[in-house]
Nanobody, 123 residues
Framework: VQLQASGGGLVQAGGSLRLSCAPS????????MGWFRQAPGKEREFVSS????????NYADSVKGRFTISRDNAKNTMYLQMNSLRPEDTAVYYC?????????????????WGKGTLVTVSS
């Protein structure tokens, strides 16, 4: 199972980026999905998640009010709109999917991972 994340890049502090995640080879029907990130020398951490129905969304405190997660089930794609980016947001961002209603917030509990996309925020 492959999840393809895209949209990363280099941006100045205060700028915006939009990440996308789409599976290849299958659909993640009824799966919860979300994003984790991993900065150099740090553990992978939860960023945000969204249920299949989109009626439950969760954010890490560090990104609340700045990031917005969404998904288009018809297009089989998930998004992460990142605004007011800070240097501490610099990390490799990974999309994740899980057959349970709610995506685990601990990386070891997640069933499916995509390859990451690098986000670099310069000061």
């Amino acid at each position: 199972v492959q999840l393809q994340a895209s949209g990363g890049g280099l941006v100045q502090a205060g700028g915006s980026l939009r990440l996308s995640c789409a599976p290849s080879g299958r659909t993640f029907s009824r799966y919860s999905m979300g994003w984790f990130r991993q900065a150099p020398g740090k553990e992978r951490e939860f960023v945000s998640s969204i249920t299949w129905s989109t009626n439950s969304i969760n954010y890490a405190d560090s990104v609340k009010g700045r990031f917005t997660i969404s998904r288009d089930n018809a297009k089989n794609t998930m998004y992460l709109q990142m605004n007011s980016l800070r240097p501490e947001d610099t990390a490799v961002y990974y999309c994740a999917a899980d057959p349970r209603v709610y995506l685990p917030t601990i990386s070891s509990g997640v069933n499916h991972w995509g390859k990451g996309t690098l986000v670099t925020v310069s000061s």
